[in-house]
């Protein structure tokens, strides 16, 4: 029983345009989330994250938006670059001391064409 | 910083050999962790450590051991290697306490035939 969900495993667009890539979660109790990008034969790296607290969080072309009620994030890229090409993971976790786990979705595969 | 470093990047063994991935990290994170990512499974979690001595269960953790002697090192040991453990693992750590990112290597490729 996945607790994140990714539903689009793929998805391709133009150069300049923008890319948002969803996910959604079940478990109420989630606190934090993150999102990861993976490039082919090399370990995730973090992109950015956001705390329930909130509602946004921007990073330079990165936007992350929170939906709580609707238990639903979203990742926005604008402008999408080709180099922005890659799996796009994102993750979840509950307050639980020191033994927080993250609970990951499958990813969704970015695809920016020139 | 290094960041965090994994050894070998690719592995080949026989079924029912063992070996020991090493896992290495200079930004003194409490928090390290092994993943496997396996086609269409995602990152599943196999062990961790919240500090030096200090080792538990991830969600996969059979045929898997692990230690934790130092801050700096996680080696994941397998015992007697199987073919469902062909997969690319990942070690990863982070700062202990609350809400924070964790750190990926770069991943060791296993095939066990």
């Known amino acids: 029983d996945q607790q994140v969900k990714q539903n689009s495993p793929s998805l391709s667009v133009q150069e300049g345009r923008i890319s948002i890539l969803n996910c959604d979660y079940t478990n109420s109790m989630f606190d934090y989330f993150l999102w990861y990008k993976k490039y082919p034969a090399e370990g995730p790296t973090f992109l950015i994250s956001i705390s329930s607290i909130k509602d946004k969080n921007e990073d330079g072309r990165f936007t992350v938006f929170l939906n709580k009620s609707a238990k639903h994030l979203s990742l926005h890229i604008v402008p999408s670059q080709p180099g922005d090409s890659a799996v796009y993971f994102c993750a979840a976790s509950e307050a639980a001391g020191n033994n927080r786990k993250l609970i990951w979705g499958l990813g969704t595969s970015l695809a920016v064409n020139p | 910083n290094a960041g965090v470093t994994q050894t070998p990047k690719f592995q080949v063994l026989k079924t029912g050999q063992s070996m020991t991935l090493q896992c290495a990290q200079d930004?003194?994170?409490?928090?390290m962790s092994w993943y496997r990512q396996d086609p269409g499974m995602g990152l599943r979690l196999i062990h961790y450590s919240v500090g030096a001595g200090i080792t538990d269960q991830g969600e996969v953790p059979n045929g898997y051991n692990v230690s934790r002697s130092t801050t700096e090192d996680f080696p994941l040991r397998l015992l007697s290697a199987a073919p469902s453990q062909t997969s690319v693992y990942f070690c990863?750590?982070?700062?202990?306490?609350?809400?924070?990112?964790?750190?990926f290597g770069p991943g060791t490729r296993l095939t066990v035939l």
């Open positions: 990863a750590s982070r700062k202990s306490g609350g809400a924070v990112p964790l750190f």
């Open positions: 930004m003194n994170h409490e928090y």
